[in-house]
């Protein structure tokens, strides 16, 4: 995945565990593009400041992805819903019984995983 939708991902669902000046500096970094340079001016610190907060931040996001396993989670349930999503297409075109079992399959695997 590439690095900056996978700690974009992280910090959706881990963002709130970091302090207020640290989720500040990592939107700035993740989602306005800011540069390094460019925070650091606004933050008045030093670029490698600015360079070790991110950093750190997305260590420590990783570390709870590490733990609980959320963000892996909901992209393996994403993927299934796509594969349920596409076989009920299908279904809806050649109207295959078998389809429905797979859907039911796959459902269970997730309900399971919840």
Known sequence: MEQKLEQAYLYDFYGELLNERQRSIYEDFIFHDLSLTEIAQ???????????????????LEGYESRL??????????????????????????????????????????????
């Not at 606004?42 to 750190?56: A, F, T």
């Not at 796509?82 to 859907?103: M, P, R, V, Y």
């Open 42 to 60: 606004e933050e008045g610190i030093s670029r490698q400041g600015v360079h070790d907060m991110v950093k750190r931040c997305t260590k420590t």
């Open 69 to 114: 396993h959320l963000v892996q989670k909901f992209l393996s349930t994403k993927e299934r819903v796509a594969k349920i999503h596409a076989l009920a297409g299908q279904f809806h075109k050649n109207k295959d019984e078998s389809l429905l079992d797979q859907i039911e399959q796959i459902s269970n695997a997730i309900l399971e995983d919840l």
